[in-house]
């Protein structure tokens, strides 16, 4: 499986922002989140998608927006599609789901 590209903003419990595009995957049950310009370190951000709650879908002028919370931060995913339409929201949704 290829990576998918996001615009992605975290939102820490002190409302304190950090913001980045990255390359995302889901596999095995995580969620791999790898910064490539902005703010955020360059480290990768692993997420066991069993410990997202509040997940949320919803449209950003025009673009999807997916958040969730994943250890007190609030996620906000916000994409075009591009690669493969839905790809975050289709398998996000259903292995937390699941």
């Given at each position: 499986m290829n990576n998918?590209?996001?615009?992605?903003?975290i939102i820490n419990n002190q409302s304190k922002s950090e913001f980045s595009y990255v390359n995302f995957e889901?596999?095995?049950?995580?969620?791999?989140?790898?910064?490539l310009k902005g703010i955020l370190p360059a480290?990768?951000?692993?997420?066991?998608?069993?410990q997202i709650t509040d997940i949320n879908s919803d449209d950003y002028y025009g673009w999807d927006k997916i958040e969730f919370i994943f250890n007190?931060?609030?996620?906000?995913?916000?994409?075009?599609g591009y690669g493969e339409y839905d790809y975050l929201k289709e398998h996000l949704i259903s292995a937390i789901m699941a």
């Open positions: 998918m590209f996001a615009y992605i903003e889901i596999k095995d049950n995580l969620l791999s989140i790898k910064p480290d990768k951000i692993k997420i066991p998608l069993d007190h931060q609030k996620y906000i995913f916000l994409y075009s």
